[in-house]
């Protein structure tokens, strides 16, 4: 045991005996005091030792603020969303730090794409009927404008989980703002990389009692029959909004084919019902144009393409870090190819798109592939904002709900946010990781309920990082998250929301829906829109 532990422990025990409670500001400065003044200033860089550097900073950080009060009152002439599933603000956080320590910085200093948007806001979570919800209810909230029950999606809380007849009641069923744009005119899609009848995605065309229901087969496995409840891949390919979507990228094809069928990743298909969804959907889009693969999206002219449908996987998508790139498309490569289709639309289009392994990743309890998907998951997003403009084009960053992931201990500024701080042991005098879990299936415990010494075991890009409550996979967290907000009227994206508001946030910057838009004082809402999109600031440069 070091001489600061042996100090601490003393100082615990010494007032424990005697019946007085320690203060945790008497343990940090006992602690602090252990280590010395070279120990604690060893990691500061030498410009930041001048105050100036700090006044510098803040006088540049308050010039940004006074430039955001420019408000932004253009017409939404487009809309981009993206979801990370799982983002968490610790998981934003721990993506800052390894983005610039992959460019040979300390990283706390680094930034995000989407930090550096102008406006942000924070994001209740909770469904209707949970206090931590999964990623169907907050599909329904952030894309349909109303809080579901946990599992269900595009329905009313009057819908309880696997009640399929009243999931196909037209009165329980809620629209997405998807169909809101088309109804407008506009182009719509959605990509993501995990499964097109995944549960986020489905949020912009589904109506199920339970996010399980992905094909026939599914529905059966509940012990109901089909032929009652539509699944949400039929919905998809058959059904308003999902027959109309101008894109629509990610994985999944066996949900679409039949069971004695092979799709084209060499894996049999999952439907009962005998139905080819994919021929169906070939010959309501004659100019559409299915891929499979990376080379042939990036083939595709978007000039005269109607429609993309991509399906690059038989189930989920790879995780970026573990897929073959020569193969399955990134997340940033799937994006430039559907805005350059989307935007040929004059009336504009609105397009969902999600980072879905972060979530994966995260309730493996993998905290580098999680990152690492966050960091992919930016790339998209810095991409989408070079090819837009802000006067015109309305970009939401958002999450669905958090993981428990924590940054944890006093490390020095610069340690390798993936690895075990270098200093401050704890009193079994082992290392331990900066990133944590709360739940997951690994607690590098010995037989006697001990710590294992983390050393011994290589970090690499797939590695489970620990928890401290045993179980199979790490579970979602209730805490807010984060709204990042650019372009028109990004500034209602500001203090803390419910996340069924965001839609009807959106909706207000671009006059689409019922609810209250920019043309509610014009005489005709069509015309007004028209007027607005045709403005000189309405316009794209």
């Known amino acids: 045991m070091g001489t600061w532990q042996t100090l601490l422990l003393f100082t615990v025990?010494?007032?424990?005996?005697?019946?007085?409670?320690l203060d945790m500001d008497d343990m940090l400065s006992h602690y602090l005091a252990s280590r010395g003044t070279h120990d604690m200033n060893r990691h500061t860089p030498e410009e930041e030792k001048d105050p100036e550097f700090w006044r510098s900073m803040a006088r540049t950080e308050l010039f940004q603020s006074l430039e955001k009060q420019k408000l932004n009152t253009n017409m939404a002439k487009n809309i981009i969303m993206f979801l990370g599933d799982g983002m968490s603000l610790s998981t934003v956080t721990a993506a800052r730090i390894l983005k610039g320590q992959q460019r040979n910085r300390n990283g706390e200093e680094d930034a995000l794409s989407l930090e550096k948007f102008p406006h942000m806001a924070l994001s209740r979570t909770y469904c209707a009927n949970a206090q931590v919800p999964d990623s169907a209810c907050t599909a329904t909230a952030y894309l349909c404008g109303v809080k579901s029950n946990i599992i269900t999606i595009g329905v009313t809380a009057n819908v309880e989980f696997n009640n399929c007849s009243a999931s196909m009641d037209p009165r329980n069923q809620v629209s997405s703002i998807a169909s809101w744009a088309q109804s407008m005119g506009m182009s719509t899609g959605f990509i993501t990389t995990t499964t097109l009848t995944h549960a986020s995605p489905a949020g912009t065309y589904a109506h199920v009692a339970s996010r399980f229901y992905e094909s026939d087969s599914d529905i059966a496995s509940f012990g109901l029959e089909p032929e009652t409840c539509m699944d949400m891949a039929q919905q998809l390919v058959t059904q308003e909004p999902g027959r109309n979507f101008n894109v629509m990228m990610g994985g999944g094809m066996t949900k679409f084919l039949p069971y004695y069928q092979s799709d084209l990743h060499g894996n049999y298909g999952e439907r009962r019902d005998g139905k080819d969804l994919l021929t169906t959907w070939q010959s309501m889009h004659p100019e559409g144009v299915f891929v499979v693969n990376r080379d042939e999206l990036l083939q595709v002219n978007t000039s005269e393409a109607s429609h993309i449908m991509g399906i690059f996987q038989s189930k989920a998508m790879e995780i970026h870090a573990l897929a073959d790139k020569k193969k399955q498309p990134s997340l940033a490569e799937m994006t430039e190819i559907a805005l350059k289709l989307l935007r040929r639309n004059e009336e504009g289009y609105f397009i969902f798109i999600e980072g879905g392994h972060i979530d994966t990743a995260h309730h493996q309890n993998k905290a580098a592939l999680a990152l690492d998907e966050t960091l992919e998951f930016d790339k998209a997003i810095q991409l989408a904002r070079s090819m837009t403009d802000p006067q015109d084009t309305l970009i939401v960053v958002t999450a669905d709900h958090g993981h428990p992931l924590t940054i944890a201990g006093y490390p020095d500024r610069g340690t390798a946010i993936l690895g075990l701080n270098q200093h401050d042991l704890p009193m079994d005098g082992l290392k331990f990781s900066i990133l944590?879990?709360?739940?997951?299936?690994?607690?590098?415990?010995?037989?006697?309920?001990?710590?294992?010494?983390?050393?011994?075991?290589?970090?690499?890009?797939?590695?489970?990082?620990?928890?401290?409550?045993?179980?199979?996979?790490?579970?979602?967290?209730?805490?807010?998250?984060?709204?990042?907000?650019?372009?028109?009227?990004?500034?209602?994206?500001?203090?803390?929301?419910?996340?069924?508001?965001?839609?009807?946030?959106?909706?207000?910057?671009?006059?689409?829906?019922?609810?209250?838009?920019?043309?509610?004082?014009?005489?005709?809402?069509?015309?007004?829109?028209?007027?607005?999109?045709?403005?000189?600031?309405?316009?794209?440069?």
Not at 13 to 21: D, E, F, I, P, Q
Not at 451 to 467: M, N
């Open 436 to 541: 944590n879990y709360v739940l997951g299936p690994q607690q590098y415990l010995d037989e006697t309920g001990k710590r294992l010494d983390l050393e011994k075991f290589p970090r690499k890009i797939d590695s489970v990082y620990p928890s401290y409550i045993n179980e199979k996979i790490g579970y979602h967290s209730g805490e807010d998250v984060g709204i990042f907000a650019s372009g028109p009227f990004a500034h209602l994206f500001t203090g803390v929301l419910q996340q069924n508001s965001i839609p009807h946030l959106m909706a207000y910057a671009a006059c689409l829906g019922n609810g209250p838009t920019i043309c509610d004082k014009a005489d005709d809402e069509d015309e007004c829109r028209e007027n607005l999109s045709n403005s000189y600031y309405g316009r794209r440069k």
């Open 13 to 21: 025990v010494s007032n424990l005996t005697t019946g007085l409670a």
